[in-house]
């Protein structure tokens, strides 16, 4: 009998897409009033508006013509994903990169085992900050140098990377993507309840590392050393050209967090970052511009990935079904008693988040919804939020129309089934972790 195989990414996201066609002709079409918000300024529903519709199946052809949509949708993260890629490929070139690596490992030689920690921290810090997630996508071929070096597998260098960072983000108190947002559509405070969320997040984190360490013993693989580049810059340029690497990183985060960058913003960056790094590094203009056409099409896969994540939404929303999926999931919640609520809450914005993979646009579609249902429950508008942080920040780590997770595995090497085998109980431990959270909430009455 032939061993069952996990279909590719690719296959996998298009079986999504095609499942969302489907469900457009079984589910009743249906939407919510949306107005503007001044708060956000973006356009949020207006709770208890929902109504039914015309149908509006997606066709065949439709389905086929969603997933160029979709590609167009993501644009600006397509381009940072190839420009951030094609950047760090220019970076590698010079052996900065390779050079930083072994610096790394020879100062963990004696306990190879404290680069997981020391990056996972990194990442978690990251997420919790700026949500990152496609900007990792870039950095996989160095990790997974590193983990090499360091003797682990190329699952140790997702889970220290796009899977830290996805924790940090859940659990994160101050995510402008996830939490201010959910706390300015909820009327909290912004920052208000974040020495509660930070002792949370200090658990999940440690959590998270003592899971990717007990992998990362169980599969321990001999280290190898990577062959150097063919053209290296000298140890003092190299050492410049890791300053400009870490430079565009701060910036990278001031630019999110006080100057309001979006996906074009960071995009230049890293193209910026790329010429700086090859002109310092000694590549010239010729080799700058073959490092460049070399991280494109390394990245090529990964970036078209996120593409076709985003025309699973693109298909949901032609056919109007989102709506529809957000009111059928949210509306048993109203008749369980406040404990459970809270717990139900949790466990619909995991669901909620698989056909709305953005967290952003799971806020501003859900959070109008329930903050009214939680005032009529008698729940903290505090515990809602903390509900669609983890709920909607812990499916990150699972979801396949995650896109920036997809392209992650793809370019590390691994396969999604794996990655679940690993995930799904970590996943368990955390959601645990977050019932335990909203139950301590609901215990000291946190607003």
């Known amino acids: 009998m032939r061993r069952f195989e996990f279909p590719d990414p690719l296959a996998l996201l298009t079986g999504c897409v095609l499942l969302g066609a489907i469900l457009s002709y079984v589910l009743p079409a249906g939407r919510y009033e949306r107005r503007a918000d001044p708060a956000t300024g973006r356009e949020v529903v207006v709770a208890g508006t929902y109504h039914h519709v015309a149908r509006t199946p997606v066709g065949p052809f439709q389905t086929l013509v969603a997933i160029p949509k979709g590609a167009e949708d993501a644009a600006s993260v397509i381009f940072l994903v190839f420009l951030a890629g094609a950047a760090f490929t220019v970076v590698d070139r010079t052996g900065a990169l390779r050079r930083g690596v072994d610096m790394l490992v020879s100062a963990c030689r004696d306990?190879?085992?404290?680069?997981?920690?020391?990056?996972?921290?990194?990442?978690?810090?990251?997420?919790?900050?700026?949500?990152?997630?496609?900007?990792?996508?870039?950095?996989?071929?160095?990790?997974?140098?590193?983990?090499?070096?360091?003797?682990?597998?190329?699952?140790?260098?997702?889970?220290?990377?796009?899977?830290?960072?996805?924790?940090?983000?859940?659990?994160?108190?101050?995510?402008?993507?996830?939490?201010?947002?959910?706390?300015?559509?909820?009327?909290?405070?912004?920052?208000?309840?974040?020495q509660f969320r930070t002792a949370f997040l200090i658990v999940a984190v440690g959590f998270w590392i003592f899971g990717t360490v007990r992998h990362a013993q169980r599969h321990r693989i001999v280290p190898t050393s990577e062959d150097a580049p063919a053209t290296e810059a000298s140890g003092g340029r190299q050492v410049i050209v890791l300053g400009v690497v870490v430079a565009a990183f701060v910036f990278l985060v001031l630019g999110i967090l006080r100057w309001g960058w979006d996906f074009d913003q960071l995009t230049a960056l890293f193209l910026l970052m790329g010429i700086a790094a090859g002109l310092i590094g000694g590549l010239r203009v010729s080799g700058t511009a073959a490092g460049f056409a070399e991280g494109f099409r390394s990245m090529a896969y990964a970036a078209m990935l996120i593409g076709f994540a985003r025309a699973i939404y693109v298909v949901l929303a032609q056919g109007q079904i989102v709506d529809t999926i957000v009111h059928g999931l949210f509306t048993p919640i109203a008749h369980l008693p406040v404990a459970l609520a809270a717990v139900g809450m949790l466990g619909v914005q995991t669901l909620v988040h698989v056909p709305v993979p953005s967290v952003s646009g799971q806020a501003v579609l859900t959070m109008p919804v329930l903050v009214p249902l939680s005032d009529l429950l008698g729940l903290s508008r505090q515990i809602t939020v903390l509900a669609y942080q983890y709920g909607a920040g812990l499916c990150e780590l699972l979801t396949p129309t995650n896109g920036a997770l997809m392209a992650v595995l793809v370019a590390a090497g691994v396969k999604y089934d794996r990655w679940l085998r690993f995930a799904v109980p970590m996943w368990g431990g955390l959601i645990l972790l977050g019932i335990i959270a909203i139950a301590a909430a609901n215990a000291i009455g946190l607003r």
Not at 116 to 127: D, K, R
Request: hydrophobic content about 55%; proline content about 7%; glycine content about 8%.
């Open 111 to 194: 306990h190879p085992e404290l680069v997981i920690p020391a990056s996972c921290l990194a990442f978690a810090t990251a997420g919790a900050l700026e949500n990152m997630q496609e900007e990792i996508i870039a950095l996989v071929p160095v990790l997974i140098i590193l983990t090499r070096r360091a003797g682990f597998d190329a699952l140790t260098a997702v889970a220290m990377s796009i899977g830290a960072a996805s924790v940090g983000a859940a659990f994160s108190p101050i995510d402008p993507f996830q939490v201010q947002i959910a706390q300015k559509l909820a009327g909290l405070p912004l920052l208000s309840g974040a």
